[in-house]
């Protein structure tokens, strides 16, 4: 298996409800990103770990919390959502977070819906 | 402050005819520009970049970028679409200083090929 999976593809969750999602990359890549996308909105970029330590926050409620237990392997903890947070999260690997030139592998998404 | 704008949320387009999909930027510095293309239900996919050197960048699947830096514009364009071409195509730069979590994307451009 190659390339960048995400699991699960498609999560109903009710506003009290904590899930995860999972992200799992095969490229040997050393970094990892998690992105939100909403429609007619540009992707916004939530988190990104960089040799498993995170470097970036970029101002994401606590009711969204990563974990990076090693390079190839990335979670979103979801808890507690608001209807809002309803979007397509995307991961995505790179080879190196800061000195490549930023092409991007990303995952087909998790579908979230929170009603 | 960096920023990307795609003007046109849907683009149409008849089979074989050409195609250009309009992308203008801003950035500090010598931008990082790329285009993606996400398929239904599926991730984004890298189509091409451009980094430095030639203006006209040439990508996958018969794709072609030209970098305009008086007009800080990057187009992509098609001699020839395809129906299979149908997707939402996102343009994306970053300044070459930056990292690439400093990726900007745009709004995204739908674009359906009409047999």
């Known amino acids: 298996e190659t390339g960048v999976t995400q699991t699960p593809r498609h999560l109903v969750m009710g506003m009290t409800n904590k899930k995860s999602l999972k992200c799992e990359q095969h490229?040997?890549?050393?970094?990892m990103y998690w992105y939100k996308q909403s429609a007619k909105k540009p992707l916004e970029l939530m988190f990104v770990y960089s040799l498993e330590e995170r470097v970036e926050n970029n101002s994401v409620p606590s009711r969204f919390s990563p974990e990076c237990p090693n390079s190839s392997h990335l979670f979103l903890h979801l808890h507690t959502l608001q209807p809002e947070d309803s979007a397509l999260y995307l991961c995505?690997?790179?080879?190196?977070?800061?000195?490549?030139?930023?092409?991007?592998?990303f995952g087909e998404g998790s579908r979230l819906t929170v009603l | 402050a960096q920023s990307v704008a795609q003007p046109e949320d849907q683009v149409n387009v008849a089979e074989g005819n050409p195609l250009t999909v309009k992308c203008t930027y801003s950035v500090s510095g010598n931008p990082y520009l790329f285009w993606y293309v996400q398929y239904p239900n599926r991730g984004l996919q890298f189509l091409l970049k451009?980094?430095?050197?030639?203006?006209l960048v040439k990508g996958s699947y018969g794709f072609e970028a030209e970098f305009n830096k008086s007009q800080t514009s990057f187009h992509l364009k098609k001699p020839s679409a395809l129906v299979s071409d149908s997707a939402l195509y996102f343009c994306?730069?970053?300044?070459?200083?930056?990292?690439?979590?400093?990726?900007?994307f745009g709004t995204g451009t739908r674009l359906t090929v009409i047999p």
């Open positions: 490229l040997g890549h050393n970094a």
């Open positions: 995505a690997s790179s080879q190196d977070h800061g000195g490549n030139t930023g092409e991007l592998f």
């Open positions: 451009y980094i430095t050197g030639d203006n």
């Open positions: 994306a730069v970053r300044g070459a200083q930056t990292g690439a979590n400093n990726l900007f």
